[in-house]
């Protein structure tokens, strides 16, 4: 269990290194006026080690025990935090280069995104589920 909480310490401190790049590098552009950064890049690349590394380290689903369970909800908790940490790190970021008016708008969506009820917004994107066969 030692080694899995290490690892989620270890995954912020990879990610917020991958954002402090962002923060001084060109973001690239994947056509007309679409960019990325290439933190997201790192993200998954960083999620994509440790469970590699998770694999190796563990048993066969057939062979796991209460205590594998408990290690992969840990690996779970870690992942969800730093990817929440992340978002929020990135989030700053973009903002930080909004003018005031487009930063108070920015506020105001994500009010009302919190107020948002799912459902309302699945609903709103059926219509683009139909035409594209995608959600």
């Known amino acids: 269990l030692k080694w899995i909480r290490d690892i989620g310490l270890n995954m912020k401190e990879w990610v917020d290194n991958a954002v402090k790049v962002d923060r001084t590098a060109e973001w690239v552009p994947i056509g007309g006026r679409v960019y990325y950064s290439t933190s997201v890049v790192d993200l998954l ?6 469970t590699e590394k998770m694999r190796e380290r563990m048993p066969p689903m057939s062979e796991q025990t209460t205590l594998h369970s408990d290690v992969y909800e840990r690996l779970q908790a870690s992942i969800h935090y730093v990817l929440r940490h992340y978002a929020e790190n990135l989030e700053e970021l ?10 108070d708008r920015h506020e105001e969506l994500r009010e009302e995104s919190k107020q948002a009820d799912p459902r309302r917004v699945l609903r709103l994107l059926e219509p683009l589920a139909s035409s594209s066969g995608k959600i």
């Open 45 to 50: 690349r960083i999620f994509q080690d440790v």
């Open 94 to 103: 973009c903002i930080s280069g909004l003018n005031e008016a487009r930063r």
